[in-house]
């Protein structure tokens, strides 16, 4: 019966170790389209409202639905503590500081860090210019995850469940 119990339970943390990393998976292809659809909302904000970078923050700060919330929540919090830095010092380090813990990776969390070198600093067309070179950078990444997503997530699930199996039968 001992055997029968533990046979189960190497099974199942191997299956969720499986899907833990499908999920992983899934979880950056939708924080990647977040990041674009903020970046669409910041590029539209500036080129057609002439909005203030604070008050743009400020209207995604205050998305329900978003993952990116904390994101600019906090962006704000430090620009009013810390009003004298720069914005772009704020843009950098909250980006660097929350990105992995949204499940990010080296290659988008560098694409936008490095919006900060031109975001709020010149005229609108060229923050445009930046945000749309960084949103297609974006793109091509979240192209990049969806397929590795398509191909590894469903693999992730089976080596589990695999593993499981094969350590069960060694152990029997």
């Given at each position: 019966m001992l055997q029968i119990l533990g046979a189960?339970?190497?099974?199942?943390?191997?299956?969720?170790?499986?899907?833990?990393?499908?999920?992983?998976?899934?979880?950056r292809t939708k924080i990647l389209g977040?990041?674009?659809?903020?970046?669409?909302?910041?590029?539209?904000?500036?080129?057609?409202?002439?909005?203030?970078?604070?008050?743009?923050?400020?209207?995604?700060?205050?998305?329900?639905?978003?993952s990116l919330k904390p994101v600019f929540i906090e962006m704000l919090n430090?620009?009013?503590?810390?009003?004298?830095?720069?914005?772009?010092?704020h843009w950098h380090t909250t980006i660097r500081d929350?990105?992995?813990?949204?499940?990010?990776?080296?290659?988008?969390i560098e694409t936008l860090r490095n919006t900060a070198s031109y975001l709020g600093r010149y005229q609108a067309e060229m923050q445009i210019s930046g945000l749309l070179h960084t949103r297609s950078k974006l793109v091509s990444i979240q192209t990049l995850a969806v397929?590795?997503?398509?191909?590894?997530?469903n693999v992730y699930r089976m080596c589990g469940i695999a593993a499981g199996i094969i350590t069960v039968l060694m152990i029997v």
């Open positions: 189960i339970l190497v099974i199942f943390s191997s299956t969720a170790l499986g899907i833990a990393g499908k999920q992983k998976l899934v979880k977040e990041w674009i659809c903020a970046i669409d909302f910041i590029t539209a904000e500036i080129e057609q409202n002439h909005t203030p970078i604070p008050d743009i923050l400020n209207m995604l700060s205050k998305q329900d639905n978003s430090r620009i009013n503590i810390q009003h004298e830095l720069s914005f772009s010092y929350l990105a992995f813990s949204l499940g990010m990776e080296y290659e988008e397929q590795a997503l398509q191909n590894k997530g």
